[in-house]
Nanobody, 124 residues
Framework: QAQLVESGGGLVQAGGSLRLSCAASGGRDFSRSTVGWFRQAPGKEREFVAALNWITTSTYYGDPVKGRFTISRENAKSTVYLQMNSLKPEDTAVYYC????????????????WGQGTQVTVSS
């Protein structure tokens, strides 16, 4: 069964960096897909972080992470990365990747095939 698997989360001090990975498995790669990263902090709604169109390589970012986070891909590994720099305590959340279905890139309702998530904790 096709699924997405996130990894790379952890505990980091404010100002530090982490790189998250989202790998496709189960016989379905990311070709002809748009892949998105979202995050969800306790008590808050799932928030758009970034998206990448696999065909055009166009990228999209949420306002809170612009200039600090970078989404990229590695074709051979069918993996999407989220490089997170200059991390802040407010970046603390569970980060999910998902495959775009239809609608606005900025809405979690537009995505499916969610991974299990990876925890990112930024200490002050």
């Amino acid at each position: 069964q096709a699924q997405l698997v996130e990894s790379g989360g952890g505990l980091v001090q404010a100002g530090g960096s982490l790189r998250l990975s989202c790998a496709a498995s189960g016989g379905r790669d990311f070709s002809r897909s748009t892949v998105g990263w979202f995050r969800q902090a306790p008590g808050k709604e799932r928030e758009f972080v970034a998206a990448l169109n696999w065909i055009t390589t166009s990228t999209y970012y949420g306002d809170p992470v612009k200039g600090r986070f970078t989404i990229s891909r590695e074709n051979a590994k069918s993996t999407v990365y989220l490089q997170m720099n200059s991390l802040k305590p407010e970046d603390t959340a569970v980060y999910y990747c998902a495959r775009y279905v239809a609608g606005s890139y900025y809405s979690a309702r537009s995505f499916g095939s969610w991974g299990q998530g990876t925890q990112v904790t930024v200490s002050s």
